[in-house]
T-cell receptor
């Protein structure tokens, strides 16, 4: 079974530029998550999709971050414009997600973003 | 907001010794999960313990859960160099949402 795929793996941009990350979840997984992990901290949930609907985006900085999940499969996360504090690893995860209680989440390798 | 608080933040032991990490949380949970993260990689699920369970084993891993104290511990027995990683507890608060702690950085010295 193929795992969660993410691209790019690394990205360096200057502040005020825009950047986009792509995620392809495990086939058949209904729920997709984007996390932000700042160095030395645990992952923080940015947005959660169930199929192509948003379940939770309470911690997404909506003035600069946006995300979509087309057709309930792939997802993109965009930052525009980027700030220095956006430097972090962006992790995508998926889960079968058919129940009401969260079970195991499967993580991709992450995209490491450096904003200069 | 962070839910789990891991203790210690960093742990360094000799290969072959046991490693114990603790996690405390604040609100009621459906289950608690432990994940491992090797440097520069994504997180890997280790074990899930439900709120009505007290102890669970998986290979060299042993997890306990005390819901009255809102705490959990992860024990890794007979540690190996390959166990060097960061370990995170995550609490499930329903609606498919996991909240992660800050993690424990474990170093196994040969």
């Amino acid at each position: 079974e193929a795992g969660v795929a993410q691209s790019p793996r690394y990205k360096i941009i200057e502040k005020r530029q825009s950047v986009a990350f792509w995620c392809n979840p495990i086939s058949g997984h209904a729920t997709l998550y984007w996390y932000q992990q700042i160095l030395g901290q645990g992952p923080k949930l940015l947005i959660q999709f169930q199929n192509n609907g948003v379940v939770d985006d309470s911690q997404l900085p909506k003035d600069r971050f946006s995300a979509e999940r087309l057709k309930g499969v792939d997802s993109t996360l965009k930052i525009q414009p980027a700030k220095l504090e956006d430097s972090a690893v962006y992790l995508c995860a998926s889960s079968p997600g058919q129940g009401i209680v969260v079970e195991t989440q499967y993580f991709g390798p992450g995209t490491r973003l450096l904003v200069l | 907001s962070q839910q789990g608080e891991e203790d210690p933040q960093a742990l360094s032991i000799q290969e072959g010794e046991n490693a114990t990490m603790n996690c405390s949380y604040k609100t009621s949970i459906n289950n608690l999960q432990w994940y491992r993260q090797n440097s520069g990689r994504g997180l890997v699920h280790l074990i899930l313990i439900r709120s009505n369970e007290r102890e669970k084993h998986s290979g060299r891993l042993r997890v306990t859960l005390d819901t009255s104290k809102k705490s959990s511990s992860l024990l890794i027995t007979a540690s190996r160099a390959a166990d060097t990683a960061s370990y995170f507890c995550a609490t499930a608060q329903g609606a498919q949402k996991l909240v992660f702690g800050q993690g424990t950085r474990l170093t196994i010295n040969p």
